[in-house]
């Protein structure tokens, strides 16, 4: 009887107990009291009070993700592996040549759009993916191919990164597009090295038309 009795005096402090959690450095807390948003906690040790009244989620909200577009990128036993992905980073430019680009986003969850991010988009990472993917088409549809090939690469960086803001934002993600970076930029494999020999024709032409023009 006295065990018994033990066990229910001792009952609400190890429920009350049970409202510790600790925040990881990288986290944020999400207190949610009956399934509504309540407050936002910072990493360390914290109190919500116990389930079912009040819960926590713990979003990675303090950390930047990479995701890379066009590419795979492994680790194994023998180093670091890319594998292109054709279907993500073959397109079409604006004056109709085709380019393979290659880049990477690194984005992270606004300061203020921790309740965005987790209630208003289910698929954070796959709507990063497609976002990033439809603005460099876009961008990309709308320039020539010699400019991203050799000098518009951060013009180009910059452009996508505005696009993948203003959408986002549209959909009220709570997500930062910290920066677009553009891994490779080059025309498909198939036709390279036929690319190249016609730059490397345009470059002679541009040199014996400056050698002439000296002399």
Not at 55 to 81: D, Q
Not at 95 to 110: A, G, H, M, P, Q
Not at 131 to 147: G, L
Not at 172 to 196: E, H, T, W
């Amino acid at each position: 009887a006295l065990g018994g009795l033990i066990a229910v005096l001792a009952a609400p402090a190890i429920w009350g107990l049970s409202g510790f959690f600790r925040v990881q450095p990288d986290e944020l807390g999400v207190v949610l009291r009956f399934g509504q948003y309540v407050r936002t906690v910072q990493p360390g040790l914290n109190y919500h009070l116990p389930y079912p009244i009040e819960t926590v989620l713990l979003p990675k909200a303090l950390r930047v993700n990479a995701m890379s577009i066009g590419m795979r990128v492994s680790e194994g036993r023998s180093g670091t592996s890319i594998r292109d992905v054709p279907e993500e980073s073959l397109m079409l430019t604006g004056d109709e040549n085709i380019v393979d680009v290659d880049f990477t986003v690194l984005w992270r969850i606004k300061p203020d759009g921790v309740g965005p991010f987790l209630f208003n988009i289910q698929n954070p990472e796959g709507t990063v993916k497609a976002v990033a993917e439809s603005a460099m088409r876009e961008v990309i549809a709308r320039s020539d191919i010699q400019p991203i090939l050799t000098g518009a690469r951060t013009a180009t960086e910059t452009a996508v990164q505005e696009l993948m803001q203003r959408v986002l934002d549209e959909y009220s993600s709570g997500i930062l597009v910290q920066q677009v970076q553009l891994q490779k930029v080059d025309p498909p494999a198939q036709v390279i090295d036929a690319f190249r020999d016609v730059q490397a024709a345009r470059a002679d032409g541009e040199r014996v038309q400056n050698e002439a023009r000296t002399y």
